[in-house]
T-cell receptor, first 113, second 114 residues
Framework: AQSVTQPDIHITVSEGASLELRCNYSYGATPYLFWYVQSPGQGLQLLLKYFSGDTLVQGIKGFEAEFKRSQSSFNLRKPSVHWSDAAEYFCAVLYPGNTPLVFGKGTRLSVIA | DSGVTQTPKHLITATGQRVTLRCSPRSGDLSVYWYQQSLDQGLQFLIQYYNGEERAKGNILERFSAQQFPDLHSELNLSSLELGDSALYFC?????????????FGDGTRLSIL
């Protein structure tokens, strides 16, 4: 079955430290890949997406993600985390055909001083 | 602000009741998607409409139904409500019918069943 795995349920980082959130998907072909962020009480906001081309994708709020076909991964990174980045982060994949987005379970990011 | 409007923000009701959740998509978007977010199931796709017609169906219960009206707003109807239906319900919209168009999410309706 098509699935998206975010192995880390909760991550805590210090403000100013670097961040990497992991995402792995299961499928032979390359799907479309997305990262969304959800702040408390809010809907999901698209951070970035990968469809094809350059495997390093730049998004909003200083985030980037790298697609690695060999590892079926699409990890999200930020060089220096700000307290306002504390939120829930969701990786999502879209497989070929008219299929819906499949979301991971999410990773909750806490930022400490 | 995503441009997607969902009403109401909160809904509290009892088991066995019926509720209607409303969604207005971003201006110009023809596709509307409904999702359910719960602690145990995560984000689950329910159904998609494109320009008034159903396009894709996910894990939507038979007690639930949706429609998209000529003005493109959509409603999700939940009936014979059970405690397990308590969740956050999101609507998203995109400008095409293919799911590869980025989806823009509303702030959700939190449904609590007592």
């Amino acid at each position: 079955a098509q699935s998206v795995t975010q192995p880390d349920i909760h991550i805590t980082v210090s403000e100013g430290a670097s961040l990497e959130l992991r995402c792995n998907y299961s499928y032979g072909a390359t799907p479309y890949l997305f990262w969304y962020v959800q702040s408390p009480g809010q809907g999901l906001q698209l951070l970035l997406k990968y469809f094809s081309g350059d495997t390093l994708v730049q998004g909003i709020k200083g985030f980037e993600a790298e697609f690695k076909r060999s590892q079926s991964s699409f990890n999200l990174r930020k060089p220096s985390v700000h307290w306002s980045d504390a939120a829930e982060y969701f990786c999502a994949v879209l497989y070929p055909g008219n299929t819906p987005l499949v979301f991971g379970k999410g990773t909750r990011l806490s930022v400490i001083a | 602000d995503s441009g997607v409007t969902q009403t109401p923000k909160h809904l509290i009701t009892a088991t066995g009741q019926r509720v209607t959740l409303r969604c207005s998509p971003r201006s110009g978007d023809l596709s509307v998607y409904w999702y359910q977010q719960s602690l145990d199931q995560g984000l689950q796709f329910l159904i998609q409409y494109y320009n008034g017609e159903e396009r894709a169906k996910g894990n939507i219960l038979e007690r639930f139904s949706a429609q998209q009206f000529p003005d493109l707003h959509s409603e999700l109807n939940l009936s014979s409500l059970e405690l397990g239906d308590s969740a956050l319900y999101f609507c998203a919209s995109s400008d095409g019918q293919g799911s590869n168009q980025p989806q823009h999410f509303g702030d959700g309706t939190r449904l609590s069943i007592l």
